[in-house]
């Protein structure tokens, strides 16, 4: 069991707080026995600060001591091959064992701020990231000895994982022997095929022997499942808004409670719950044996967006002390 977080931000709130409360969150999931913690990349959303990963990891890193920390992911088209593999050689320099690198293919934000970053349109292509994940890892690797060496980076590589939503990267991991991560949190359709792929392609590595998958969820857990239906309104307008053009910081569950929701938005929020896992200890449970049981998965990783810092660390320890030790993987 392992934790995606994205910084949440609070209408009423700051980015600054929304990373202290992140921190918050890492120390306390560590004390819970989580194996990762992982904070995702995303640009131009009002309601997410984990837009620099490799930033906010080191200062995660400095405010823990045995969690595994990583990006969950790095958007690699946005980025030069040798920026990222700095960055993340410095993370494993300074905190051997401990870095994740997760990688995903899309920019995680709009085309005009995906532009913005990379300056250029080369290489924001899905069909450039074959050949720019080849350069990162020999980057990491130094393989192909080239003019070119990264330090940090040459030898200071961090545990390196294909992130995806879709069957692209899923075939792309099985084919190198990497641990895959599929994106069902905002992704369910997709979720059975996707491993599928990476299992059938699977070939073994100098990384893995066998198949590596995990399924990153939705999960509120509350005492109550009326309780954790309340708690997850938020984020359920949050994604209506962003998927609208109208992306805003999480507003209370009495401003979700009391949106004037169309017919047509909330069949769009209960789609995007479908799958996930919302309500007391006992329905979590259930809700996460069922997708253990569909998905055959290695590890979960939670994702929990609620409005109170508080509500989410309570979710996350009612799943540790009340959900966890009675999940079991088939096969």
Partial sequence: ??????????????AGEALRYTTELARRTEELGYRRFWVAEHHNMPAIASSAPAVLLAHLAAN????????????????????????????????????????????GTDQVTALALRRTMEGLSAEHFPRELADLMNYFSGAEP?????????GQSPQVWLLGSSGFSAQLAGLLGLPFSFAHH?????????????????????????????????????ETDEQAEWLAGPAGLSFLKLRSGRPEPLVTP??????????????????????????????????????????GADELMLTTMVYDVADRIRS?????????????REG
């Avoid at 069991?1 to 700051?14: E, F, K, N, Q, R």
């Avoid at 996350?316 to 079991?328: C, D, H, S």
Wanted: charged share 20%.
């Fill in 1 to 14: 069991m392992s934790v995606l977080d994205l910084a949440p931000v609070a209408a009423t709130g700051s």
């Fill in 64 to 107: 823990t001591s045995t969690i595994r920390l990583g990006s969950g992911g790095v958007m690699l088209p946005n980025h030069a091959p040798l920026v990222v593999a700095e960055q993340f050689g410095t993370l494993e320099a300074l905190h051997p064992g401990r870095i994740d690198l997760g990688i995903g293919r899309a920019p």
């Fill in 146 to 154: 080239g003019p070119i060496t990264a330090t940090p980076g040459r």
């Fill in 186 to 222: 905002f992704s369910s359709q997709n979720t059975i095929p996707a491993l599928q792929l990476y299992r059938q392609n699977f070939r073994p590595s100098q990384w893995l022997d066998r198949p590596y998958a995990m399924v990153a969820v939705n999960a509120v857990c509350a």
């Fill in 254 to 295: 009495e401003e979700a409670a009391a949106y004037p929701y169309s017919e047509f938005e909330r069949e769009f929020v209960a789609q995007r719950r479908d799958g996930q896992a919302t309500g007391s200890p006992e329905t979590v449970a259930r809700q996460l044996g069922q997708l253990l049981e569909r998905t």
């Fill in 316 to 328: 996350f320890e009612l799943i540790a002390e009340k959900v966890a030790g009675g999940l079991r």
